[in-house]
């Protein structure tokens, strides 16, 4: 996944690019790059590899080594980003949210036009940054450019762009599946994947770019450069998982939405009984606890907190690239609370099930420190498509998916025809398919969010959001 963050500014804009980009270091662990413009100097760009260590320490620097009143920075977990281009069209730093499916065949498509060459990457790969400048370079206009580049790739791109006049550039992907947010001060105006980090800078929300608007930003004003269009497809998982609680995606925030997943999925085990004999409901840190607290708030079961995630020094787990190392950085940052434990009952809520390995190793730590009964809850439905829009996962293949596996194990391939009979928990195939992963994974029980009942604490009409990672629509 990734996050960018971007000012122009009648001062100096880095100490705000800084902070407000490392806002977004929930959004990626791998690259980092900030790219400034000084009217003397010229654009200017760093990049650094953040995997072992936090962009704050990599980039500390930065004050003193760059300067400019407008400036961008980016966090991915994709190719270093943003780039310096130089063409036809101007010079310009970008970088872009999102993901390039079809890649390979662009990059044919451009050598066959006319583009003499890329550069290659470890094992010949080309920076898909790179291949986005490519694609926009081939018109006549940034404009046109980007329109282009947006309706050739196969995925989804919002881009931010810092242009050698110092006006910034910014294109919301063509249907809008993830946030631009631009904000306002007296000295100038911010652009950011989350609302929360301009906010924290004296920054007022201004307003957000809808689906493949395009607008050109300076001290003196946002200039709309091409109107949003009406087909929305918001990645609904913004709101369940990878958003941060405190920010706001078309004007709902991501803490009361998941208080309300909560509520709704504990009024769901409240009708059929499921949530009886509980001691105390729980969250998976971190995301997994504001829907658990919801869940909590509704069932009046007491909320706790069994074990805490030791923070301070341990990378997030789930980013780094070996199963061995996540599992291993897993363990070591659960400190169980054994008074929440030994004897009890619990219930935990997650955000989502994907590969379910992680999880496994939590369930079997918590039997490990004396727990009488582990039920889980997913805040989400059953994860039965890997995304083809953004890279918030690793995942590269459906079938490392732990809901595909599962049916694999059950029915065969002749099962994924009835994928929605497996999601749904009043069929027989779907009472199999829980009763399978409860059996693999050590739970006493398993419920998922309805498709229905997340769709309805988002508060956002289906049609507006993207499901497909759940429900395979398009």
């Given at each position: 996944?990734?996050?960018?963050?971007?000012?122009?500014?009648?001062?100096d804009?880095?100490a705000?690019v800084?902070?407000?980009?490392?806002y977004?270091?929930?959004l990626?662990?791998r690259?980092?790059g900030?790219?400034?413009?000084?009217?003397?100097?010229?654009l200017?760009?760093?990049?650094?590899?953040i995997e072992s260590?936090?962009?704050r320490?990599k980039?500390?620097?930065i004050?003193?080594d760059?300067?400019g009143?407008?400036a961008?920075g980016?966090i991915?977990d994709?190719?270093?980003?943003?780039?310096?281009?130089?063409?036809?069209?101007g010079?310009y730093?970008?970088?872009f949210?999102g993901?390039?499916?079809?890649?390979?065949?662009l990059?044919?498509q451009?050598?066959?036009?006319g583009?003499?060459h890329?550069?290659?990457?470890?094992?010949?790969?080309v920076?898909?940054?790179?291949?986005?400048?490519a694609?926009i370079?081939?018109?006549?206009d940034?404009?046109?450019?980007?329109?282009?580049?947006?309706?050739?790739?196969?995925g989804?791109?919002?881009i931010?762009?810092?242009?050698n006049?110092?006006?910034?550039?910014?294109?919301?992907?063509k249907?809008g599946?993830?946030p631009?947010h631009?904000g306002?001060s007296e000295d100038g105006?911010?652009?950011?994947?989350e609302?929360f980090?301009?906010?924290?800078?004296g920054?007022?929300?201004?307003?957000?770019?809808?689906p493949?608007e395009?607008?050109?930003?300076?001290?003196?004003?946002i200039?709309?450069?091409?109107?949003?269009?009406?087909?929305k497809r918001?990645?609904?998982?913004?709101?369940?998982?990878?958003?941060?609680?405190?920010?706001d995606?078309e004007?709902?925030?991501v803490?009361?939405?998941r208080?309300?997943?909560g509520?709704?999925?504990?009024?769901?085990?409240?009708a059929?009984g499921?949530?009886?004999?509980i001691d105390?409901?729980c969250?998976?840190p971190?995301?997994?606890?504001?829907?658990?607290?919801g869940y909590a708030n509704?069932s009046r079961?007491p909320?706790?907190r069994?074990?805490?995630?030791y923070?301070?020094?341990?990378?997030r787990?789930?980013?780094?690239?070996?199963?061995?190392?996540?599992?291993?950085v897993?363990k070591?940052?659960?400190?169980?609370?054994?008074?929440?434990i030994e004897?009890k009952?619990?219930?935990?809520v997650?955000d989502s099930?994907?590969?379910?390995?992680?999880?496994?190793?939590?369930v079997d730590?918590?039997?490990?420190n004396?727990?009488?009964?582990?039920?889980?809850?997913?805040?989400?439905p059953?994860?039965?498509y890997?995304?083809?829009?953004?890279d918030f996962?690793?995942?590269?293949?459906?079938?490392e998916l732990?809901?595909?596996r599962?049916?694999?194990e059950?029915?065969g391939?002749?099962g994924?025809?009835h994928?929605?009979?497996?999601?749904?928990?009043?069929t027989?195939?779907?009472?199999?398919?829980?009763?399978?992963i409860?059996?693999?994974l050590?739970?006493?029980?398993?419920?998922?969010q309805s498709?229905?009942?997340i769709?309805?604490?988002i508060?956002?009409?289906?049609?507006?959001?993207?499901t497909?990672?759940?429900s395979?629509?398009e």
């Open positions: 996944m990734g996050g960018f963050f971007g000012i122009v500014s009648k001062r804009a880095l705000d800084f902070f407000g980009t490392d977004h270091s929930h990626g662990t690259r980092a900030i790219a400034a413009f000084d009217e003397k100097i010229g200017q760009r760093v990049i650094h590899n260590t936090p962009f320490t980039f500390d620097h004050l003193e760059m300067h009143s407008s961008i980016c991915c994709s190719d270093p980003q943003p780039l310096l281009i130089r063409s036809h069209l010079i730093a970008l970088c949210i993901t390039i499916n079809n890649a390979d065949k990059i044919e451009c050598l066959e036009s583009h003499e890329f550069g290659a990457m470890t094992g010949g790969e920076n898909t940054t790179e291949l986005l400048a694609l370079n081939q018109k006549k940034l404009v046109e450019g980007i329109r282009f580049a947006q309706e050739s790739i196969e989804s791109a919002s931010l762009m810092l242009c006049d110092g006006s910034l550039i910014v294109a919301r992907d249907f599946r993830t631009i631009v306002k105006y911010s652009v950011s994947f609302s980090a301009f906010e924290k800078l920054y007022t929300a201004e307003m957000e770019l809808g493949a395009i607008a050109r930003i300076s001290c003196e004003g200039t709309q450069l091409s109107k949003p269009l009406n087909k918001v990645c609904a998982f913004l709101w369940s998982y990878y958003g941060y609680s405190t920010s995606y004007g709902v925030n803490e009361m939405m208080y309300r997943n509520e709704i999925m504990a009024e769901a085990d409240m059929t499921l949530y009886n004999d105390y409901a969250g998976v971190d995301s997994g606890t504001p829907h658990a607290i509704r079961i909320f706790a069994p074990f805490i995630k923070t301070p020094t341990w990378p787990s789930f980013m780094t690239a070996r199963q061995a190392e996540r599992s291993r897993a070591m940052k659960q400190i169980p609370v054994k008074d929440l004897g009952s619990l219930l935990f997650d099930i994907v590969r379910g390995t992680q999880l496994k190793e939590t730590f918590l039997y490990e004396g727990a009488k009964a582990v039920h889980m809850r997913s805040a989400c059953p994860i039965m890997g995304c083809k829009y953004l996962s690793r995942n590269r293949d459906d079938m732990l809901g595909r599962i049916i694999m059950l029915e391939k002749e994924f025809e994928i929605n009979e497996y999601s749904d928990s009043s027989e195939r779907g009472k199999n398919f829980r009763k399978a409860c059996d693999k050590g739970f006493a029980s398993l419920e998922f498709l229905e009942g769709i309805k604490a508060g956002i009409d289906e049609s507006e959001l993207c497909y990672c759940w395979g629509k």
